[in-house]
């Protein structure tokens, strides 16, 4: 070999070396930002993480307050179910008492009291109805008041199932707010 081909060999080494370098040097800065974007996925996935945490024990707290507010909801409906029951067994009762009031009293005006032959002209003994026990103490004690007061206006009428006397003075001083409401009401229906 020629010194000069031995020399256009080592230069052509040297500029396949300088290319390997300058290609190294290149793909190290791409490995650089790899790993700088590695870390900042990593991070990423961190913040994910944590989002998905969050909107998980959202929607646990946002399950317990429907079920609370749908248990709420049904004691509310429960409790509205049976008052509704209850002001139907009234409204029924206090129909039924002003039906019978009315079918005793004849024609005669509100507040008038019967004549004496008008008293206890066509009318049977019958005793009322048996009803079964009113849903409340309330109902119970409306209805015995509505009787007393029936008794009071006309002596012909039975005292109230309770053995209670007829009421001896202003029954509006001793009633309650329902009991007035419920005579009232008896009182309009004739």
Do not use: C, H, W
């Given at each position: 070999?020629?010194?000069?081909?031995?020399?256009?060999?080592?230069?052509?080494?040297?500029?396949?070396?300088?290319?390997?370098?300058?290609?190294?040097?290149?793909?190290?800065?791409?490995?650089?930002?790899?790993?700088?974007?590695?870390?900042?996925?990593?991070?990423?996935?961190?913040?994910?993480?944590?989002?998905?945490?969050?909107?998980?024990s959202g929607v646990k707290g946002m399950r317990r307050a429907a079920?609370?507010?749908?248990?709420?909801?049904?004691?509310?409906?429960?409790?509205?179910?049976?008052?509704?029951?209850?002001?139907?067994?009234?409204?029924?009762?206090?129909?039924?008492?002003?039906?019978?009031?009315?079918?005793?009293?004849?024609?005669?005006?509100?507040?008038?009291?019967?004549?004496?032959?008008?008293?206890?002209?066509?009318?049977?003994?019958?005793?009322?109805?048996?009803?079964?026990?009113?849903?409340?103490?309330?109902?119970?004690?409306?209805?015995?008041?509505?009787?007393?007061?029936?008794?009071?206006?006309?002596?012909?009428?039975?005292?109230?199932?309770?053995?209670?006397?007829?009421?001896?003075?202003?029954?509006?001083?001793?009633?309650?707010?329902?009991?007035?409401?419920?005579?009232?009401?008896?009182?309009?229906?004739?």
């Amino acid at each position: 070999m020629t010194p000069n081909l031995s020399l256009l060999v080592d230069l052509v080494m040297v500029g396949l070396l300088v290319a390997t370098i300058a290609y190294a040097i290149i793909l190290n800065k791409q490995i650089i930002k790899l790993r700088d974007s590695r870390s900042e996925l990593a991070e990423l996935i961190r913040g994910l993480n944590e989002a998905t945490a969050q909107a998980d024990s959202g929607v646990k707290g946002m399950r317990r307050a429907a079920t609370d507010t749908g248990e709420q909801l049904q004691r509310a409906i429960d409790k509205a179910a049976a008052l509704r029951d209850e002001l139907t067994f009234m409204v029924e009762t206090g129909e039924a008492l002003a039906d019978r009031l009315s079918a005793t009293g004849g024609e005669r005006p509100r507040g008038a009291p019967a004549a004496p032959a008008q008293r206890g002209a066509g009318r049977q003994a019958v005793a009322p109805p048996v009803r079964p026990a009113p849903a409340s103490p309330l109902i119970d004690e409306t209805l015995l008041a509505a009787r007393a007061e029936a008794a009071r206006r006309d002596p012909s009428v039975p005292p109230p199932a309770g053995g209670d006397a007829p009421r001896q003075r202003d029954p509006q001083d001793t009633l309650s707010r329902a009991e007035r409401e419920l005579l009232q009401a008896i009182e309009n229906r004739r």
